[in-house]
């Protein structure tokens, strides 16, 4: 069983930053995949960023150039730098994994990032 605990989420002005971490109860070199999701109040769950084993990230088209998926495999951290936030940001921010060698997958329980004036 992995365990994945989201923490860094809170309220901010429209083109603040935050930064979200993610930490693991495995080694980051175990993880084929690891992703950021959101879901804002009354929409379905959607895929922020992703950075596979090898290195490679994807991103939504409404958070690219502004957001930053990045993993640290010393101390086991997935984060999502967030910059020039906008209200239309506002959401669960939800981490997820897929881990080697079943390709299992886990989700963090989620932390709120709100974005308001």
């Known amino acids: 069983q992995v365990q994945l605990v989201e923490s860094g989420g809170g309220s901010v002005q429209p083109g603040g930053s935050l930064r979200l971490s993610c930490a693991a109860s495995?080694?980051?070199?175990?993880?084929?995949?690891a992703r950021w999701y959101r879901q804002a109040p009354g929409k379905q769950r959607e895929l922020v960023a992703s950075?596979?084993?090898?290195?490679?990230?994807n991103y939504a088209d409404s958070v690219k150039g502004r957001f930053t998926i990045s993993r640290d495999n010393e101390k086991n951290m997935v984060y999502l730098q967030m910059n020039s936030l906008k209200p239309e940001d506002t959401a669960v921010y939800f981490c997820?994994?897929?881990?080697?060698?079943?390709?299992?997958?886990?989700w963090g329980q989620g932390t709120q990032v709100t974005v308001s004036s």
């Open positions: 950075i596979l084993r090898g290195g490679s990230t």
């Open positions: 997820y994994v897929e881990v080697l060698p079943n390709f299992e997958n886990y």
């Open positions: 495995v080694s980051i070199s175990r993880l084929y995949r």
